[in-house]
């Protein structure tokens, strides 16, 4: 405990050094904090924030990358993403960039810097923006916006709420009641909806748990192809 606590110290100067724009100092806190604990995310990821405004860019990667390896805390994770793309932007690497900005928009696809980030991104680099047209994004706008876990919810409320419009509807009273009805079927809908989104929301998960296998094993990148188009080239290191 003694151990932790001192760890704990130690970060936390650095965190307050940090936002007093004394960079240096606080990287050395955090350096001393990751001797007691090398394994340490929390600490990983402010070190990846104090090389990333050294301008140190691929010490910062490596920082960022240790970080993001602790799947057991997804807000810590996302954060470690969304900073990860943003290092590969400042190098040009808007393979990597749109890649990891992916890979955070699975948990904060609300945040408004990475949606700006991830719209500027692409049009920097020639390529074309959201492809769904403007009537899907309104309709379905839960699924674009909602984590694995908040989908999740949804469909069980949803699915609660159509038990209880059904069961309300055998009462007599209730039996003719058109708003009751339209309740029902409405919930319904939105239930089956909510549960494929949410499995299409895992499956995609799958998918990109390889890419991240297969983005330390392959370099991705992206330029003109025959037809002068820009095209997502994957190329062995």
């Given at each position: ?38 394994n340490s995310p929390e600490i990983a990821f402010n070190l ?83 492809q769904i047209p403007l009537f899907f994004q309104i309709i ?32 007599p009273r209730f039996s003719q009641n058109f708003g009751l ?57």
């Amino acid at each position: 405990n003694m151990k932790d606590d001192t760890l704990s110290c130690t970060d936390e100067e650095g965190n307050k050094l940090y936002k007093k724009g004394q960079v240096g100092k606080a990287k050395s806190a955090y350096l001393s904090a990751q001797k007691s604990q090398p394994n340490s995310p929390e600490i990983a990821f402010n070190l990846g924030n104090a090389y990333y405004k050294e301008e140190s860019m691929e010490t910062s990667l490596e920082t960022y990358t240790k970080a993001a390896k602790d799947e057991d805390a997804p807000d810590l994770q996302s954060k470690a993403f969304y900073n990860l793309g943003n290092t590969y932007l400042r190098q040009g690497k808007i393979g990597e960039t749109l890649f990891f900005y992916e890979l955070a928009k699975k948990w904060i696809p609300r945040d408004a810097e990475l949606q700006e980030n991830y719209r500027v991104a692409r049009e920097q680099n020639g390529l074309p923006q959201n492809q769904i047209p403007l009537f899907f994004q309104i309709i379905f706008y839960w699924h674009l916006n909602t984590t694995i876990n908040e989908e999740s919810l949804l469909a069980l409320v949803a699915f609660l709420g159509m038990l209880m419009a059904f069961y309300l509807r055998k009462n007599p009273r209730f039996s003719q009641n058109f708003g009751l009805f339209a309740l029902s079927y409405f919930c319904l809908l939105f239930w089956i909806l909510s549960l494929a989104g949410a499995s299409y929301k895992i499956y995609q998960e799958q998918s990109q748990q390889v890419g991240v296998l297969l983005h330390s094993k392959v370099k991705v990148y992206f330029g003109p192809s025959s037809t002068q188009e820009r095209v997502q080239v994957v190329q062995a290191k």
